[in-house]
């Protein structure tokens, strides 16, 4: 764990990008105190101006803060993300668990659940769910959930699989009873990191997902402000106020490349192999 | 007649956890068909003497010495130089032929490509050639098994491969490195006999830990330690009289001998022990060995050791 | 290797009774009545007589197990559907919006190949120099931007303010001034996945023994690199290229709503607006079909690229 820490400390990138998502989490959570405006409120005769000192970056085409949108912008997309990471990991673990637990018919089913839905590309299906079940945040989410659960399902199912192995061979001669409780006191432990990895890594595809879908008009309904339906708004008007096509896209740039720098610091921090590519230099 | 004349050779590599100083005033020589074994534990350094003389070490590597091959120093050849040398003058047979063998290539081409790169043959030729080379090495059916890819062949057969590989361009030294390493016995002696039989004519440096194969082929034994050379005579006397102490554990260590294992381990090549760089396994360590290091001496003809029981101090 | 490849096709059997089923499914996830949904314009709530005819019409009046076979032997038989707009079979525009997308997705490959494999082998053999950091810098940031951004940048800069290229369309039949900048949208995206791929892989390889045993036969570095090291270093780049074109479908939706491309991803997101779900349906079964083709090309491939995969190991004595 030492060895962990001390890895990770030395991996810069990884560091500016969890100060990065440290810092977004606090701007989500104190957008109310830090917003200079109100995001939601109109003032059509201040439409579509650029970067000044009442609105520092300016307003949409309703002549709302595109700031204070942003500021407020953040809570959502930092909240779906957590969410539907947290939703798909749970589900994603619980069937993989029975799937490499189990193993047999039921994890051929699983697994074949698996293959089957990675056959479609992911946003693909996630667009075709989201848009049938209708407009709203929610639809969005269980869109997402639906296409994202697959890669935990694996993770942990890898774990598992490669950690029976081993246990066999000490159930050969103690246990026998409780050997559900003993495989979770065994896997689990060893399975936390690299799902860790992955959520992490995969906060980028959910927050891509979800802005994407947003920007096709799925998702928040308007006035609520989210950044990818910002820069659909922002469309119609590039040329007059093009940064209304900047501004957003910027904020989901941050925040995507954040989420990465810490996932590949994390997942070199540990994994042994990434690490002696390092030592060879 | 001296073909290799390996002058105090120095290989320090820098890493992250320090100098690993691998190779230390080593000195060798080698006559033209004479055999050579280089015996010593892993991590002794013999390797590394082997790529260094190929000038197959990392460019960040820290080399100095001299390697004298046919009146040129080896280590003041531009790359491109050194090019024509590997392969057509000296061949090196790598350890792990199972991975040493590009799998997404066929074995014949793999010896293909020297041939045409050395002898500038066509490609059908050279792929004759190739085959032949293969049966060299008795490799039966070598015209099916030139076409096939390097899983395909067993262990044995893939050494054979590379001994192939080595011989096909000719050159007047091979090294080679632990052909024996992870065969079973009987494949073992198979290995063993054959390269006897196909280094007839030429020279050759044995790197290996098995002193049983080395005594079969080797003329003469030198004996690594710590990454350096610390005894060095004829293979029968060797075996008759060794004089330094770690030459006697190693050969005490042998199964025929009673597999008496030395005590203590190999040292860290990074943190050198001062002095003789064997006094704290030695039972025959005295003051000074544990202050000074000693110098090679030539105690009788053709047998040299570096051990304060019969030497003087490095100058 | 023939049975490799019958393996594999008769375990794609399961996979794509499973998509049929998820495809079907998407039909009843639609909150309330399918046909009421539908039928409720903006004048009020649907007349009740017209809704059940349509119901029947449509078969949505069937229990659910017989409606799914009815569905999928229709699928079977190349029927895909008639779609709730138009009541043409909905594969009617899907075949040349897919075409559109075909021709999009190849160039963006193209371009996405070019970059990646040569910058991914320089940035590897020239590990920790200027190059290597600049390009993985670069792919850093081309795998955090979003691509719906980044095409309307491109639009803003080379179509507004250059003007170099037109905003959107389709032009002549997708000529190429239209192409050029959503292939570039998906194209640079895709090449900063491939790069990394690329670069990883190579720098696998040249560790290997026998890149070092290829030396020490007096190869120049060239051939080492270029015939032992690559057709190696490859093999992981090719694996991943069906995974590529998933993405680069993926990537369609967004691009060719911005760039208005007339392709299957245009396709869908207008019937997702028009609520026409069996053109949704049809759509996303189309995609998923070719999907899973393409991924069956592709491992066939490998198997010929890799020769331990072509010619199962046999252990011989001796």
């Not at chain 2, 003051?287 to 053709?302: A, F, L, P, Y």
Request: proline letters at 5%; glycine letters at 8%; charged letters at 20%.
């Amino acid at each position: 764990m030492a060895d962990f820490v001390s890895q990770f400390r030395e991996n810069r990138t990884a560091l500016v990008g969890a100060a990065v998502i440290l810092l977004l989490v606090l701007v989500a959570i104190f957008a109310p105190q830090l917003a200079p405006h109100n995001p939601i409120k109109a003032s059509l005769d201040e439409r579509l101006t650029g970067p000044s000192e009442k609105y520092p970056l300016g307003t949409d085409h309703l002549g709302r803060c595109v700031l204070s949108r942003l500021l407020y912008g953040a809570r959502i997309s930092l909240a779906v993300g957590v969410v539907v990471v947290g939703v798909a990991a749970a589900v994603g673990v619980a069937l993989g668990i029975i799937s490499g637990f189990y193993g047999g018919v039921l994890d051929e089913i699983i697994m074949r659940l698996v293959d089957a839905m990675l056959a479609f590309p992911s946003i693909f299906l996630a667009l075709a769910i989201a848009g049938t079940l209708g407009p709203g945040l929610g639809n969005v989410m269980i869109a997402i959930i639906v296409v994202e659960w697959t890669r935990y399902a694996r993770v942990i199912r890898g774990s598992i699989l490669s950690v029976k192995e081993n246990y066999y061979v000490e159930a050969a001669r103690a246990l026998g009873a409780s050997d559900f409780y003993v495989v979770t006191r065994h896997i689990l432990p060893n399975a936390i990191a690299p799902i860790i990895v992955v959520a992490t890594l995969g906060m980028a595809p959910v927050i891509l997902a979800a802005t994407s879908l947003s920007f096709l008009g799925l998702g928040v309904q308007p006035p609520t402000p989210e950044w990818g339906m910002m820069l659909n708004d922002g469309r119609l008007f590039m040329r007059r106020a093009p940064h209304l096509t900047t501004f957003p896209g910027v904020a989901i740039m941050i925040t995507i490349l954040a989420f990465n720098l810490l996932g590949d610091g994390l997942r070199d921090a540990l994994d042994p192999r990434a690490r002696t590519e390092k030592e060879l230099r | 007649m001296t073909l290799l004349g390996v002058r105090n050779l120095r290989v320090h590599f820098p890493t992250e956890e320090g100098l690993v100083k691998a190779v230390n005033t080593v000195d060798l020589e080698m006559k033209g068909r004479e055999k050579l074994g280089l015996i010593g534990e892993t991590g002794c350094g013999k390797t590394v003497l082997g790529m260094c003389i190929m000038r197959l070490l990392q460019p960040n590597t820290e080399v100095a010495g001299e390697i004298w091959y046919k009146g040129r120093d080896l280590l003041r050849l531009s790359e491109g130089e050194m090019r024509k040398v590997r392969g057509r003058e000296i061949a090196m047979i790598l350890q792990n032929p199972a991975t040493s063998l590009n799998p997404v290539l066929r074995v014949g081409e793999q010896i293909a490509e020297a041939i045409r790169l050395h002898q500038g043959l066509d490609k059908r030729t050279a792929w004759a050639r190739a085959v032949e080379e293969l049966e060299a090495v008795k490799i039966a059916s070598a015209e099916e098994r030139a076409k096939e890819y390097p899983h395909q062949f067993s262990g044995g057969m893939q050494e054979r491969a590379m001994i192939a590989m080595g011989l096909a361009c000719d050159p007047a030294l091979i090294i080679a490195d632990e052909p024996t390493k992870g065969l079973d016995v009987k494949i073992k002696m198979q290995v063993v006999r054959l390269l006897k039989e196909v280094v007839r004519e030429k020279a050759m440096l044995f790197i290996t830990h098995d002193l049983g194969a080395a005594a079969e082929i080797c003329d003469r034994i030198a004996v690594m330690y710590a990454g350096e050379i610390v005894e060095c005579a004829e293979t029968s006397e060797i075996f008759r009289n060794p004089l330094h102490p770690y030459t006697q554990g190693f050969l005490n260590s042998l199964p025929s001998r009673g597999l008496k294992p030395i005590p203590g381990v190999s040292p860290s090549l990074i943190d050198i022990p001062s002095g003789c760089r064997f006094h704290q396994r030695c039972d025959c360590a005295t003051e000074i060995c544990e202050e000074e290091h000693s110098e090679m001496v030539e105690v009788k003809e053709g047998h040299f050791v570096r051990c304060f029981l019969f030497g003087e101090k490095d100058a | 290797m023939l049975n490799y490849i019958l393996k594999r096709i008769i375990l794609l059997a399961p996979i794509l009774l499973l998509v049929s089923l998820i495809t079907f499914s998407i039909l009843y996830i639609i909150p309330g009545d399918p046909a009421e949904t539908i039928l409720t314009g903006p004048g009020g709530a649907a007349d009740p007589k017209a809704v059940e005819e349509f119901r029947v019409k449509m078969g949505l009046d069937r229990p659910l197990h017989i409606q799914y076979l009815k569905w999928l032997n229709n699928v079977l038989h190349g029927n895909f559907g008639y779609s709730y707009m138009t009541e043409q079979p909905v594969l009617d525009p899907i075949l040349p919006a897919f075409r559109a997308t075909l021709k999009l997705a190849v160039a963006s490959m193209i371009l996405s190949l070019l970059i990646s494999i040569p910058v991914g082998i320089i940035s590897a053999i020239k590990q920790y120099s200027l190059i290597d950091n600049l390009s993985m810098t670069g792919a850093l940031l081309g795998v955090s931007m979003p691509n719906f951004w980044q095409g309307l940048l491109l639009i803003l800069l080379f179509a507004v303010y250059l003007g170099w290229f037109p905003v959107a369309g389709y032009g002549e039949n997708g000529d190429f001034e239209h192409l050029v900048l959503p292939a570039i949208t998906l194209g640079t995206s895709s090449a900063a996945i491939t790069t990394r791929l690329m670069r990883s892989s190579m720098l696998e390889t040249i560790r290997q023994d026998y890149i070092q045993a290829a030396r020490a036969k007096g190869l120049s570095e060239r051939v080492v690199i270029g015939k032992h090291a690559l057709k190696n270093a490859l093999i992981p780049v090719v694996t991943v290229a069906g995974l590529n074109f998933g993405y680069l479908l993926d990537g369609s939706v967004v691009v060719e709503t911005i760039f208005a491309w007339p392709g299957i991803g245009k396709l869908m997101v207008g019937s997702i607006y028009m609520r026409d779900y069996p053109m949704i349906q049809g759509c996303i079964l189309f995609v998923a079909l070719v999907y899973v083709a393409v991924n069956l090309v592709v491992d066939i491939l490998y198997t010929f690229l890799d020769p331990r995969i072509r010619y199962e190991t046999k252990a011989k004595a001796k």
